[in-house]
């Protein structure tokens, strides 16, 4: 797992994610700046929901993995691991506010959290590598947010 910065958010990127980029500075940016633009509307819902964010106290961190199910639980991978979403959420919660989990989720999967809001995927995903960076296949932008002590926002 690679951890990186950029533009202020933590990015947890897993190591065969990070070797599709192939040391391409541009694609990495890229993709990066895709997954920051896939959460401003549901980060915007949020807002208009009243639910504020102080980032002077906690950023976004980004979860940027290959998303699976092993015996009925979400996991994502990590080379030749894989590790259940929920735990990765247990650890980052409350030390970052909000938590992106950017992990295939076929299954529709549901998580929980104590003090960190979170915005994960409710379907599979995809990306394609263009000549200009990375694009997002439209059928993948289907989100869910999940708010501590209320639960999922409908």
């Keep these: 797992m690679k951890v990186e910065e950029f533009n202020g958010v933590q990015f947890y990127i897993s190591d065969d994610i990070y070797a599709d980029d192939a040391g391409s500075t541009r694609f990495a940016q890229s993709r990066k700046e895709l997954l920051l633009k896939i959460c401003e509307k549901p980060l ?3 807002k208009k929901e009243g639910i504020i964010f102080d980032t002077t106290k906690k950023s976004p961190v980004v979860l940027h993995a290959h998303g699976g199910l092993r015996d009925d639980v979400w996991t994502f991978a ?5 590790m259940p979403v929920q735990d990765w959420i247990n650890q980052m919660d409350g030390k970052y506010d909000p938590l992106l989990i950017q992990a295939c989720n076929g299954e529709k999967s549901e998580i929980s959290s104590k003090h960190s809001v979170v915005i994960h995927a409710n379907a599979r995903i ?5 000549r200009n960076g990375y694009h997002r296949i439209p059928f993948t932008n289907s ?5 501590p002590g209320s639960g999922y926002l409908a």
């Design 44 to 46: 915007a819902v949020l």
């Design 78 to 82: 990590d080379d030749q691991d894989e």
């Design 126 to 130: 995809k990306f394609f590598k263009g």
């Design 143 to 147: 989100r869910r947010l999940y708010i």
